[in-house]
């Protein structure tokens, strides 16, 4: 199983930004995917997870209202649109996979290099 993100940049406060996920190597209509983060000098953080079929989804405290996860299992990809961008949202984001759904790293076995998002005040 390999994992892709991409998306990521260097924006203002405010602004607007969507990661995708891209999974091969798998069928990824049986996997849940997640978004994690890593801000600079401090421990990952769960961000968003959405189930294999998109049946149940959560969110970060921090990013509800803000950030929507999404899917396309046909395009086996799956997508974070951040929105209202804050500094603190800084950080390199990964996607994560497997069979389980959860906020937990421990419960994702496939992981993709990250993508960094930079937000500027």
């Given at each position: ?42 421990e990952r953080e769960f961000v968003a997870a959405i189930s294999n079929q ?62 960094l998002v930079t937000v500027s005040s």
């Open positions: 199983v390999q994992l892709q993100a991409s998306g990521g940049g260097s924006v203002q406060a405010g602004a607007s930004l969507t990661l995708s996920c891209r999974l091969s190597g798998h069928t990824f209509g049986a996997l849940a995917v997640a978004w994690f983060r890593r801000p600079a000098g401090k998109a049946v149940s989804i959560k969110y970060a405290d921090s990013v509800k209202g803000r950030f929507t996860i999404s899917r396309e299992n046909a395009l086996n990809t799956a997508y974070l649109q951040m929105t209202d961008l804050r500094p603190e949202d800084t950080g390199l984001y990964h996607c994560a996979s497997d069979y389980t759904f959860g906020v937990f790293p421990d419960q994702y076995n496939y992981w993709g290099k990250g993508t």
